[in-house]
């Protein structure tokens, strides 16, 4: 079983399989794996011989560093691109944007994290190469922290900005041909007052709604990301076990990231509802 | 004169335009598709590729005098050079051809992602358009499977998987295109929902047409058309999920190139071999988008909405619709799934 190099003998194999609970029918043992998680209790990593949750726990914050500043780069680069994409329609600004959109749809996520390393990394040695911080320099989040992040959150960043200004900007130029944008440019309201109060307003709506697809880029995105920057977070955590066959850390890490992204849904429609105060009197 | 000139040209734009309007719609599409460079220029790209990729054991043999699996040790890391074709884009550790390479794994990665495609598209398409047409039961069975593989983030699912069972293309395939015809149910399901109250269908309905030939003879030629440009789109998306899941090490195995794992090669040799790893991610890159502007061409070619000019755009087929639009785009089939929210969902 071990390569002949330890001694088993059958007695040893015997009780193994009794403490791996594998002498159970399989149905039973599907129950009992349910009823643990249930009661969050993943068992024991077979390769960190660990409990599997703490270890899930230690890097969840990892990875929630790099969703929620892709998030937030996402969000301060993609709404300002659609608008200027729309109030600039048919401009070379407008072009641009369209071609980064298809673009960056069809680029590979790992190939340009590779090319960021190789580029920036490697060769011109402005960005580390991987890891979270320096040797010797773990701070939380302070500068150091903020430059390892750069490279991760850059190349996932890229997929959601190229998704947001596409859709912001159909909506926003629904919107501004409406009658209460008429009504507003008629009153005399300045035009950021208007595109700030009236358009965009009104254009985020279905904007929140296309957060769900790219929460699921970013969640599947870093699994990929977390390999390529040697980032230590759930999706490195997951990936170095599968390749280590641990299968209670792989299920372990599936269904974390799974209700992660059930929650970041959830708090989707929580934020649809407070865009569109219209949600809660239907 | 000029005026003269003026008034013939606009009498002959409303000849072709009048042409146009009685053909039907797939040579309307092709007449469309005829007058957009960018989509032809994807399309040739994607042939001319096709075209290597069938022909990489030919070109292999009789051209490059290597097969993908040849090494030489003796002339590894060699810089791409013009010497000889084989070293046209660098040999890597072993001192494989990479050109060759890179037509092999073109072989697996358009199967991969064609085949898949397909799969999804028979899939999608059964569900959608049965779950739209029979509502009830069935429905429920099918929105509520489409919600909960919509949750499970897909990268991670197929981890597991590959942990499991060691991935051959044609399974690879089958099980990808298992997983992605979330978006096209989806479509298919809506479109169907608001097809099937149409007066034909009820004209069908009341000579005695059988549900199954209501659904295939008069259903799906209406939806068959975005159907396509969404299988287009899916393509280039399973793609990219091939090379992600075999960059990771759990998709196709190593022996056999493919471009994922190609670059799994190349991320070991960053530093004393940095040209591997340009190849192969321009491979995927140019092939997905080449894929995408063909949707996007294809959609504008064959999307009757837009036909009649932008302007005089006819109502949406029914409301909220109008999400439907968003089609372009990788992560589009999803955008439609997640553009439910004020759709056409629910019985009421």
């Known amino acids: 079983m071990l390569g002949g190099q330890y001694d088993i003998t059958p007695e040893d194999r015997i009780a193994l399989r009794e403490s791996l609970g594998l002498n159970d029918p399989l149905p039973v043992q599907f129950a009992k794996w349910v009823w643990n998680v249930a009661h969050l209790d993943f068992g024991n990593s077979f390769y960190y011989q660990r409990p599997v949750m703490s270890l899930i726990l230690e890097r969840v914050p990892n990875s929630l560093q790099i969703s929620l500043a892709a998030l937030?780069?996402?969000?301060?680069?993609?709404?300002?691109?659609?608008?200027l994409a729309a109030l600039?329609?048919?401009?070379?600004?407008?072009?641009?944007?369209?071609?980064?959109?298809?673009?960056?749809?069809?680029?590979?996520?790992?190939?340009?994290?590779?090319?960021?390393?190789?580029?920036?990394?490697?060769?011109?040695?402005?960005?580390?190469?991987?890891?979270?911080?320096?040797?010797?320099?773990?701070?939380?989040?302070?500068?150091d922290r903020l430059w390892h992040l750069m490279g991760p959150v850059a190349v996932i960043s890229i997929a959601g900005i190229a998704n947001l200004p596409r859709l912001l900007r159909t909506e926003v130029l629904e919107v501004i041909s409406q009658d209460y944008v008429r009504t507003a440019r008629s009153k005399g309201l300045k035009e950021q007052a208007i595109i700030a109060g009236h358009v965009?307003?009104?254009?985020?709506?279905?904007?929140?709604?296309?957060?769900?697809?790219?929460?699921?880029?970013?969640?599947?995105?870093?699994?990929?990301?977390?390999?390529?920057?040697?980032?230590?977070?759930?999706?490195?955590?997951?990936?170095?076990?599968?390749?280590?066959?641990?299968y209670p850390?792989?299920?372990?890490?599936?269904?974390?990231?799974s209700v992660l992204l059930i929650v970041s849904y959830i708090l989707r429609d929580v934020a649809y509802a407070w865009v569109d105060p219209r949600i809660k009197v239907r | 004169m000029a005026t003269d000139a003026v008034t013939a040209t606009v009498a002959t734009l409303r000849q072709r335009e009048a042409r146009r309007a009685s053909a039907g719609l797939w040579r309307d599409a092709l007449w469309r598709l005829r007058r957009d460079p960018t989509t032809l220029i994807a399309l040739t790209v994607i042939g001319v590729m096709v075209i290597l990729a069938l022909a990489a054991p030919l070109l292999g043999d009789g051209f490059f005098h290597k097969t993908e699996r040849d090494q030489d040790i003796l002339s590894n890391y060699t810089k791409p050079t013009f010497a000889q074709p084989w070293l046209w884009l660098g040999t890597d550790e072993l001192g494989r051809s990479q050109i060759v390479r890179l037509l092999f794994g073109a072989r697996v990665s358009l199967f991969i992602g064609s085949f898949g495609a397909l799969?999804?598209?028979?899939?999608?398409?059964?569900?959608?358009?049965?779950?739209?047409?029979?509502?009830?039961?069935?429905?429920?069975i099918v929105v509520w499977l489409v919600t909960t593989l919509n949750?499970?983030?897909?990268?991670?699912?197929?981890?597991?998987?590959?942990?499991?069972?060691?991935?051959?293309?044609?399974?690879?395939?089958?099980?990808?295109?298992?997983?992605?015809?979330?978006?096209?149910?989806?479509?298919?399901?809506?479109?169907t929902i608001s097809l099937r109250e149409r007066e034909y269908v009820l004209a069908g309905r009341t000579v005695g047409c059988t549900p199954v030939r209501l659904m295939v003879r008069h259903i799906v030629p209406n939806i068959l058309p975005l159907m396509i440009v969404l299988g287009m789109i899916e393509v280039g998306q399973l793609i990219l999920t091939e090379s992600a899941?075999?960059?990771?090490g759990f998709g196709i195995q190593p022996p056999t190139p493919s471009w994922g794992n190609m670059l799994t090669n190349a991320s070991q040799y960053l530093g004393k071999a940095p040209y591997l790893i340009y190849p192969p991610g321009v491979a995927v890159f140019v092939t997905v988008l080449c894929l995408y502007l063909i949707g996007d061409g294809l959609r504008d070619a064959l999307d009757p909405r837009l036909r009649a000019g932008s302007e005089s755009r006819p109502e949406g087929r029914d409301g909220g619709d109008r999400r439907g639009q968003g089609l372009a785009g990788g992560t589009a089939s999803q955008g439609l799934v997640h553009g439910r929210a004020g759709g056409p969902h629910g019985r009421g």
Not at chain 1, 72 to 83: E, H, R
Not at chain 1, 101 to 130: E, K
Not at chain 1, 222 to 237: A, D, T
């Open chain 1, 72 to 83: 937030i780069v996402t969000i301060a680069v993609g709404i300002p691109l659609g608008i």
């Open chain 1, 88 to 143: 600039r329609r048919g401009t070379l600004a407008d072009h641009g944007i369209r071609v980064f959109s298809v673009g960056g749809h069809a680029i590979p996520q790992f190939w340009l994290g590779l090319m960021f390393v190789l580029t920036f990394g490697v060769q011109a040695r402005w960005f580390p190469i991987g890891s979270m911080n320096a040797v010797g320099i773990d701070c939380g989040l302070c500068w």
């Open chain 1, 200 to 246: 965009l307003r009104n254009a985020l709506i279905p904007v929140v709604t296309s957060f769900g697809t790219i929460l699921l880029v970013f969640f599947s995105g870093s699994l990929i990301i977390e390999r390529v920057f040697n980032w230590p977070g759930l999706g490195r955590l997951t990936f170095e076990a599968a390749v280590n066959k641990d």
């Open chain 1, 249 to 257: 850390l792989v299920q372990a890490g599936v269904v974390i990231s």
């Open chain 2, 119 to 140: 799969t999804a598209l028979v899939i999608g398409l059964g569900m959608g358009v049965t779950a739209g047409y029979f509502r009830g039961r069935w429905d429920d």
């Open chain 2, 151 to 191: 949750s499970v983030p897909l990268l991670y699912l197929l981890l597991i998987i590959g942990v499991l069972f060691r991935l051959e293309p044609l399974p690879f395939a089958v099980l990808l295109g298992g997983l992605g015809w979330l978006g096209i149910a989806n479509y298919a399901r809506g479109q």
């Open chain 2, 245 to 248: 899941i075999s960059f990771i």
